[in-house]
């Protein structure tokens, strides 16, 4: 006979393994209303607390459930779903479908996101659609570009205080293809992303500072990653014509419609623009793009893209303000018309995804590239030249072989959940025949004044843990790079291989607190390093040649409305040395010790379903160290600039969009004596849908016909009637009110 207190027991240890029994693991799969996986589902058990994301295979495991829990399921831009649990999702699994409805910043919940700046810059790609490859850099909060020649070389870059160039401390990428050149005849980290077509991008994910440990090479400033599109929702072509004979034909063809399991596309690209200058530029580019995505058993993913870009131009340069101010010139008139150049990249790119357990995600991709490029320049006219003039040619031959791979395990420790991310890669540069000449007329070399052949290597691994307990993440991380550098020099008699190896580690220490569920706060502290050309390496011989970038960031992401979101970061970057290929003249420049610190606003507000409001302010303070007061400007360091705008989406069929952008008047020299001015520009968008399948449009580039330089230069130069050299701004005119129509057709 059992006594009351065997029974008080066997009822106790009844209950406590019908508890243990029904806390359940939940395995499940989201996919599109076309059957596609969706990655970074939000999934919530409204009664656990218990909380998930899914994987790049639309697979998601969720722990702690229960027969009766309410699960929340919700990704920007889809419809959010609403489950009951049944015993069935214990026995067999869930499957979700998610429909696509408008993306509105009133369902972003900043906790729910993977990353919820990234996740802001989704609402604005969204809101305010890219028609051109230059205004897919503008999507990054803070970041300003600028053409200054013939709109077929690489943008100059500006942020967070640098004066980037065309890439030197800023890392790009294309579904994790390098775009910086390394050792590039113009100048290190050169980055020409022409070759993206507008239209197949899918996402932008970015960071600002050297923060996070599977970016290395560039990442001082900060880093911007485009993914493309796996699959096109309509096949579409299109045509644009405007003033300056600017031409624009678009080409978007889905092959495998109706496809659960495969998606393949193309997109051709040509473009033609003379552009207000009185030399035209007689600018044209050519983009291909082909893109194959297939799920193999387990919703493992592989994607194959191909691309092929070429562009050649003639440009107008860089003019002496002295000579328009002469009336020697207009101000699109030019000292040497000659200028120009013609470039070309072929890529192929294999990514791979796959689940390899149940807590172990697989990424990687491999990838090559063929390179050519050709520039002809001249920035001081008849300064070391008063017979030939100074035209320099700049011209390099480049194959670039390279791979990634990410191994991501979710685990805990004890209580903790907690997110392993490890990987390697490895990039190789071979370039051959690097040149910087003097030459006249863009077909006579008088002199070479660098050839030679580079052959760079950069091996990486890193580590990255993220613990989550309760409402804190605390993310240390560290990274490993080791550099071989090699150079072979033309013009000396013996042949000679100068090189160098350098291994340098880089450690981070992240740390985010979710007070709530729509305000994380967060602070970012990370050691990176300011990438270096192989030329200088040598001539170094080895010594500095990785100078230390330390930088913090500390700010927040709040949406104190339903539909306002707020963000704000102050931030401190130090650099111990920045060293500088001159591609322009074959020299390096070191410029010291280096401080820049700042403050990022950014502010995004929807007032309706159709109209979104987002503008992003950086006011940044940019110093040599070791300078005395007065001569320590860095040049053409913006000190503050101010980018955003309105949109309006859908209104029976209508869409349009107001954009401007604002930089600051900023030093152009140390002692700030010499002023590159500022400038507020404002662009126009409107689209009208006349039909279901026919859409027509008109783009307005500078609405207020506003004068202004778009680049500028403290530059010594003089003129062939000039006896002495003078130096003075340098620039490049921005281009005037500029009207274009679009009509393009879907189907």
């Known amino acids: 006979m059992i006594s009351n207190k065997n029974l008080f027991q066997y009822l106790l240890l009844f209950f406590l393994c019908q508890t243990v029994w029904s806390q359940q693991t939940i395995k499940g799969l989201v996919y599109d209303e076309s059957g596609q996986p969706l990655e970074h589902v ?39 779903q609403v489950i009951v649990v049944d015993q069935q999702y214990f026995d067999s699994g869930l499957e979700v479908g998610l429909q696509p409805k408008t993306i509105l910043l009133n369902e972003l919940v900043i906790t729910e996101q993977v990353n919820a700046l990234n996740s802001i810059a989704k609402v604005d790609l969204e809101t305010n659609p890219v028609n051109s490859s230059q205004e897919i850099l503008r999507k990054v909060p803070g970041l300003i570009i600028g053409q200054h020649a013939g709109g077929g070389k690489a943008e100059q870059i500006f942020l967070r205080g640098f004066d980037i160039d065309h890439g030197t401390d800023v890392s790009l990428s294309v579904d994790g293809m390098p775009v910086n050149m390394v050792s ?71 092959l495998m419609k109706n496809n659960k399991r495969s998606n393949a596309y193309v997109a051709v690209e040509y473009i033609e623009f003379d552009g207000p200058f009185d030399s035209p530029q007689n600018f044209n580019r050519l983009n291909l793009f082909g893109k194959y995505t297939t799920y193999l058993k387990g919703n493992d993913k592989l994607s194959i893209n191909v691309s092929h870009f070429t562009s050649r131009w003639d440009a107008s340069g860089q003019i002496p303000q002295r000579a328009v101010d002469s009336g020697l010139i207009s101000r699109f008139g030019a000292i040497d018309d000659t200028e120009g150049g013609n470039t070309s990249r072929s890529n192929v790119n294999v990514s791979y995804n796959a689940l390899l357990k149940d807590d172990l995600q697989f990424k990687s991709n491999i990838f090559y590239s063929k390179y050519d490029f050709e520039l002809y320049s001249n920035f001081t006219f008849f300064l070391e030249d008063p017979i030939n003039g100074d035209q320099i040619k700049q011209h390099e031959d480049r194959d670039i072989f390279g791979f990634n791979t990410q191994f991501i395990k979710d685990t805990q420790l004890g209580t903790m959940d907690t997110q392993i991310s490890s990987g390697f890669g490895l990039r190789y540069d071979m370039v051959n025949d690097v040149e910087l000449s ?32 309760g409402k804190f993440v605390v993310a240390p991380a560290l990274r490993l790079d080791h550099f071989k550098f ?95 290929y001159v591609g322009d003249a074959g020299i390096v420049e070191p410029s010291g010790k280096s401080e820049r610190y700042g403050l990022d606003l950014g502010i995004r507000y929807q007032f309706t379903d159709w109209l979104y409001f987002d503008t992003d302010a950086t006011l940044t303070n940019a110093r040599s160290v070791n300078e005395p007061d007065g001569e320590d400007y860095i040049p053409l360091a913006p000190d503050f600039t101010l980018t955003g705008g309105l949109a309006i989406n859908d209104i029976k069929g209508f869409s349009a969009g107001i954009r401007y952008r604002f930089i600051d008047d ?82």
């Open 184 to 254: 590039h005849a113009h100048g290190q980290g050169y980055s020409d992303l022409h070759f993206l077509i507008p239209e197949t991008i899918n996402t932008i994910n970015f960071g600002k500072g050297p923060y996070y440990a599977n970016k290395g090479d560039f990442t001082t400033a900060g880093f911007v990653d485009f993914s493309t599109k796996d699959k096109l929702e309509t096949s579409e072509i299109s045509l644009g014509y405007g003033q300056f004979n600017s031409l624009r034909t678009l080409g978007l063809f889905d």
């Open 438 to 469: 003097h030459t006249r007329n863009r077909n006579e070399t008088l002199e070479y004044l660098a050839l030679g052949n580079v052959n760079e290597t950069n091996l990486y691994g890193f580590v990255n843990v993220d613990f989550e307990f």
């Open 42 to 80: 939000y999934i919530y058990n409204a009664t656990s607390t218990s909380h998930a994301h899914s994987l790049a295979n639309g697979s998601f495991i969720l722990e702690n459930n229960q027969v009766g829990d309410t699960l929340n399921l919700g990704l920007l831009g889809y419809e959010k």
């Open 666 to 747: 900023r030093p152009a020299n140390e002692d700030n004596s010499i002023v590159a001015e500022g400038y507020f520009v404002t662009d126009v968008n409107m689209n009208y849908a006349l039909t279901k399948n026919i859409n027509l449009g008109v783009v307005i580039e500078n609405l207020f016909d506003t004068k202004w330089n778009e680049t500028q230069f403290a530059t010594e130069s003089r003129l062939q009637n000039e006896v002495n050299p003078v130096e003075e701004i340098h620039f490049t005119p921005g281009t005037p009110f500029f009207i274009k129509g679009i009509i393009s057709y879907r189907f």
């Open 486 to 580: 090699m150079y072979n020099d033309a013009l000396i008699t013996d042949y000679e291989t100068q090189s160098e190896s350098k291994t340098i580690l880089s450690p981070k220490l992240n740390l985010f607190f979710n007070q709530n569920q729509n305000l994380q706060w967060f602070l970012k502290s990370g050691i990176g390093f300011h990438s270096n050309d192989a030329r200088v390496v040598v001539q170094q011989g080895g010594t500095d040649i990785l100078p230390r970038a330390y930088g913090t960031d500390f700010g927040a992401i709040w949406k104190p409305f339903n539909k306002m979101v707020f963000n704000a970061t102050a931030w401190y970057l130090f650099l111990e040395q920045e060293f500088v």
